[in-house]
């Protein structure tokens, strides 16, 4: 799986769209972006993922670039529960049947989101 | 909330003993992965099961061991017990052939002394 690179931390104020940059440079053809949160003493929890086109969800939105060498996760209106932390997260395959990878998360953005 | 339980919520062992985790998976869901979560880290996959036998693995040495069962539920088992082995158990499940929406548990915090 190709690699991702994130910012350590970023904030945003409550009420503001929330922008977190991920850079997948090496992305293969059909590795999917995936993004993922983990608010503090909680499992991850799934948020989005898309291959070429953007996607959007209850959630979030999803803006990858043309040359899908990095994307956006958009929080349209960021709420003090918002604050977590971000991972993106590129695989090889959507349907892995019954194999074999796991997921590979990095440190992530540490997303705060300020009153 | 995502259905998927863990237990115990806290444990503490002393080097060299062995420790088992249990995880139930959300209702539906046959495929049960396993990561690990050091201090400050993200989460590190250890295993995953599918129709109760280990189909990938991460790169843990063999004291890893797991277990599934037929309602679908898992073990971790952690034998020889390290000081490095103190971290947050994640289990996650999914259904297998769905995209990796893995839906988490709250974890198992591990102290090894």
């Known amino acids: 799986d190709a690699k991702t690179t994130q910012p350590t931390s970023m904030d945003c104020a409550e009420g503001r769209a929330a922008n977190l940059p991920c850079n997948h440079s090496?992305?293969?053809?059909?590795?999917?972006v995936y993004w993922y949160r983990q608010i503090h003493s909680q499992g991850p929890q799934y948020i989005i993922h898309g291959l070429k086109n953007n996607e959007t969800n209850e959630m979030a939105s999803l803006i990858i670039t043309e040359d899908r060498k990095s994307s956006t996760l958009i929080l349209p209106h960021a709420t003090l529960r918002d604050t977590a932390v971000y991972y993106c997260?590129?695989?090889?395959?959507?349907?892995?049947?019954?194999?074999?990878?796991?997921?590979?998360f990095g440190k992530g953005t540490h997303l705060i989101i300020q009153p | 909330e995502t259905g998927v339980t863990q237990s115990p919520t806290h444990l503490i062992k002393t080097r060299g003993q062995q420790v088992t985790l249990r995880c139930s998976s959300q209702s539906g869901h046959n495929t049960v992965s396993w990561y690990q979560q050091a201090l400050g880290q993200g989460p590190q996959f250890i295993f995953q099961y599918y129709r109760e036998e280990e189909n990938g693995r991460g790169n843990f040495p063999p004291r890893f061991s797991g277990l599934q069962f037929p309602n679908y539920s898992s073990e971790l088992n952690v034998n020889a017990l390290e000081l490095d082995d103190s971290a947050l158990y994640l289990c996650?499940?999914?259904?297998?052939?769905?995209?990796?929406?893995?839906?988490f548990g709250p974890g198992t915090r591990l102290t090894v002394t």
């Open positions: 090496t992305i293969s053809g059909n590795e999917y």
């Open positions: 997260i590129v695989l090889s395959s959507m349907y892995s049947g019954g194999g074999a990878d796991g997921l590979t």
């Open positions: 996650a499940s999914r259904m297998t052939g769905e995209a990796y929406e893995q839906y």
